[in-house]
């Protein structure tokens, strides 16, 4: 199907193509006369979340953005925030004491109070309210707020309370310290208790009242006020059952408190900025402001919770830790200062060091002792021998072994003090002491020896006064060295005894000290975490403080309605599901319409087409395309039996079938017979006795006056006039040549046109160029045989109008089996438009315009004139 087809296909249906969108659209528009218009407010808040400030250094990628909004988004549409902002707006409207179409149209206050129980406003705590209040009167342009605020020509006043300041005041209601003092022309910060304050005048800035702002809304959220104990209240009852008032008003599809129309509100993110555009439409103008109001409100407060919830935890759980932890730091610092109080340990590293080089001196100085000793022993024993026995036990008397006692006693206590090196002056002055002791016992026991051995000699003739002061000097160290070994050997035995204490202490303090420096590092780590975590709810605390960039406004004009818009689409669908439905049926059409597919169907070739002719045909050139299209059949018919006759001169026999009745088999025959004699044939056309010649108009032609008329749809047209009205059908005039057979039981029979029963005539066929014989509907009539195998030529007749069946098929076989020659076929009853195929461009009455748009549409835009 190309566009010309297409086009004048619709042309065909314009009256539908008209007819039913008109009739759609005013349905559509008296269904939609009573429209209730919508009206619709709108708020943009700053969220912050992708650029807002932060105390905390970090990079925002796209991914955290777009995540932290969709949250934002959805916790906006979500069903816990539509719940509380209807109720909210339900405690509002049931606080009213008198309509005000500021929050309520009036129609809607009598249908909430009527429609809602009573024991469902019992609920609701009324708010504050009086007549007078420091000298302003209740008017029209007063207002009370439930937190005691009163809103007096659009300015909120607000009465000072015991222990407020401007401070507690500007951060209460969100203005500036500087804004109060010069909007109440106060210069001191004290403030008087009762004193009215203007806090905001409502004058300086944009809105149709003060106290439809966000900002003044959020004075009914005070835990203590009348509003908010009554939503308390109604959230309560809310859950205590599913089968509540409330529980089905707010399921339900209430347009104002449904949980189904709040949630209808459209929020999106302006662009890519920070910003979130929230708009809500309703019935009421003034329920559609707040609830805006409110949602925005709950919102802002959820998202607040949901955000500080979520820190406040974590810095809780680090707050915990860090107690736990501290604690096990100082239990463990305290174990190990009991442990160095128990050990008398400063320094264990120090000590052990010392511990260690006195040990190396003690076992040098204990060596450097013995030695002496033993050297002294040596040499005393050999001078003892020298001096022979006498001597020997003179130096054992008494008193010089008293003095040797004593001697070694003091020396003894002396090698003990310097051992210690006790750096106290006392026992340094003892010190000395003992030295001197020391020396002056020396000086006795010398004295001794000296008398008792004054001027005698020794066995080898060595003086003995020399032997005696070598004795002396050697028992000095003798004595001496044997307290150093007294000394040292007690000494060494209590050092072992503390080096085997000592020793083991070191390991104990490492592991308290590791103990300790364990849990020091999960406390410095607690304590960074806990710093994190508080630096963290500062900065949640910084973005989830989401402002009210532009407040919900009073909608003073309702949203267009959509019937202009209903009607068009009804308009537009109207046309559609008939342009639908014409395409439908031409594209679902199994009618055979075109020779193209008559030729699919058949598999015969082609001798023409026949037109059908309509009122819409009235523009073309009927005659002269009639008269092309025969000119066409016969010349088709003459060429196909142009060889049949075997070189012998005889009548060319055409035989017309068709498988059904009223294909048009009379007026092809017709049309073809009075073609050849006007080619100055001789031709005979004989017809079935049957065929009515005054019912040949149902094949779509008919003749009056020897002219061929169509019969269309209870109209005739003259094929070479003009329309003349209604005409009377009568018989096409009939030609010498043209016959009537008989149709009986014999038919089959016949082998030639002169077997045939003529009725009335006794014609000659042998003096004709041409026999013409028309036979019966295949499918329901036998047909002879041997007449139709010797015949030149057959013309399969099909009209366009109709499905090609199963029947057809089995016919047209079984007759090719029965001919010498395939017939070929002609297609009766052809749209106007299909005959193009045929002819080519059709003769009819265009004007350059149309003449344009069809080139244009058939893409022949730049075809040129004939030369």
């Known amino acids: 199907m190309n566009i010309v087809r297409l086009l004048k296909l619709f042309r065909k249906n314009l009256v539908l193509l008209i007819l039913v969108p008109v009739i759609l659209a005013v349905v559509v528009r008296y269904l939609t006369k009573d429209e209730i218009l919508k009206y619709e407010s709108e708020t943009t808040l700053y969220t912050g979340l992708a650029s807002g400030s932060s105390v905390e250094s970090k990079n925002f990628s796209l991914f955290e953005t777009n995540n932290a909004f969709e949250n934002f988004l959805n916790l906006i549409k979500s069903r816990e925030v539509a719940t509380e902002t209807s109720i909210r707006l339900l405690v509002q409207h049931l606080s009213l004491s008198h309509p005000d179409p500021t929050i309520l149209l009036d129609e809607n206050y009598k249908w909430v109070h009527k429609f809602v129980p009573s024991y469902v406003k019992k609920m609701i705590i009324q708010p504050y309210d009086s007549t007078h209040l420091n000298g302003l009167s209740q008017s029209k342009d007063t207002v009370f707020l439930a937190n005691g605020d009163i809103v007096f020509k659009n300015k909120l006043y607000h009465f000072v309370k015991k222990s407020e300041t401007l401070f507690t005041l500007a951060r209460t209601y969100g203005v500036s310290i500087n804004s109060l003092m010069n909007h109440n022309t106060i210069e ?72 189904s129309a709040i949630s209808s509100v459209v929020a999106r993110r302006v662009q890519s900025s920070d910003l979130v555009s929230i708009k809500y439409s309703s019935f009421d103008p003034a329920i559609c402001m707040h609830t805006l109001i409110f949602m925005t409100r709950v919102v802002i407060d959820k998202y607040r919770n949901i955000k500080e919830n979520q820190s406040d935890a974590v810095v809780r759980y680090f707050l915990n830790e860090v107690k736990k932890t501290a604690d096990r730091l100082q239990n463990a610092e305290d174990r190990l200062l009991e442990f160095n109080k128990k050990n008398n340990i400063i320094n264990y590293q120090e000590q052990s060091r010392a511990v260690a080089i006195v040990k190396e001196d003690l076992n040098r100085n204990f060596t450097d002792v013995k030695l002496k000793f033993e050297a002294a022993a040596a040499v005393l024993k050999r001078l003892e021998q020298k001096m022979g026995m006498q001597q020997a036990i003179q130096l054992k008397t008494s008193k010089i072994l008293e003095l040797r006692n004593q001697l070694a006693e003091v020396q003894t206590r002396i090698t003990l003090t310097e051992s210690f090196e006790d750096p106290d002056p006392k026992n340094r002055a003892k010190l000395q002491e003992l030295k001197v002791e020391a020396d002056k016992t020396k000086k006795l026991l010398t004295q001794e020896v000296e008398q008792l051995y004054n001027n005698n000699v020794a066995l080898d003739g ?107 689409v009804a308009a537009v669908m109207g046309f559609v599901m008939v342009a639908f439905l014409i395409l439908a049926l031409e594209f679902l059409n199994n009618n055979i319409r075109t020779t193209e597919r008559l030729e699919e169907f058949s598999r015969l070739k082609q001798a023409g087409v026949l037109p059908r002719i309509m009122l819409e045909y009235s523009n073309f050139n009927i005659d002269f395309i009639l008269n092309k299209l025969s000119d066409q059949i016969t010349q088709e018919t003459r060429l196909a039996s142009r060889n049949n006759n075997g070189g012998i001169v005889k009548p060319k026999v055409i035989v017309i079938a068709s498988t059904m009745e009223k294909e048009g088999k009379t007026i092809v025959g017709t049309l073809l017979a009075n073609k050849l004699r006007a080619y100055d044939e001789k031709v005979a056309f004989l017809m079935p006795e049957a065929t009515n010649r005054n019912n040949i108009f149902r094949s779509g032609y008919f003749q009056k006056n020897g002219k061929l008329f169509k019969l269309g749809e209870k109209i005739f047209y003259f094929l070479r006039g003009t329309l003349t009205g209604t005409l009377d059908i009568t018989p096409i005039d009939e030609h010498e040549d043209d016959f009537y057979y008989e149709h009986n039981s014999r038919f089959v029979e016949a082998s030639a046109a002169e077997h045939l029963k003529i009725v009335d005539k006794y014609p000659f066929f042998g003096g004709f160029n041409y026999i013409i014989i028309e036979i019966p509907a295949l499918v329901y009539n036998p047909y002879p045989s041997e007449l139709v195998r010797s015949s030149d030529i057959t013309l399969w007749v099909v009209r366009a109008n109709r499905v090609w069946k199963n029947a057809d098929n089995l016919c047209l076989t079984t007759y090719i089996k029965s001919v010498s020659q395939k017939p070929i076929s002609v297609l009766n009853g052809v749209e106007i438009e299909f005959v193009e195929n045929n002819l080519g461009e059709l003769p009819k009455k265009r004007s350059l315009l149309r003449t344009q748009i069809k080139k244009i549409v058939s893409l022949r835009i730049h075809e040129g004139k004939s030369l």
């Open 188 to 259: 001191s910060e004290d403030l008087i208790e009762g004193l009215p304050l203007i806090i905001r005048d409502g004058n300086d800035s944009l809105g149709i009242a003060l106290y439809d702002s966000t900002q003044l809304q959020s004075s009914n959220f005070s835990e203590n006020s009348p509003y908010e104990k009554s939503v308390v209240n109604l959230i309560s009852y809310l859950n205590s059952s599913d089968t509540n008032f409330l529980y089905n008003l707010l399921n339900s599809k209430n347009p104002y408190y449904g949980i």
């Open 462 to 568: 060595v003086p003995i006064d020399d032997v005696f002061t070598a004795w002396l000097d050697n028992v000095i160290k003798y004595e001496e060295a044997r307290a150093g070994v007294k000394v040292m050997t007690n000494f060494e035995r209590d050092y072992y005894e503390y080096y085997k204490t000592f020793a083991p202490l070191g390991a104990t303090q490492k592991r308290l000290e590791r103990e300790i420096n364990v849990v020091e590092q999960e406390y410095l780590s607690l304590l960074h975490s806990l710093n994190l975590s508080k630096l963290k709810q500062q900065d949640v605390e910084l973005s989830s403080d989401i402002k009210a960039l532009d407040p919900p406004f009073f909608p003073l004009k309702p949203i267009p309605g959509k019937a202009g818009l209903m009607v068009v």
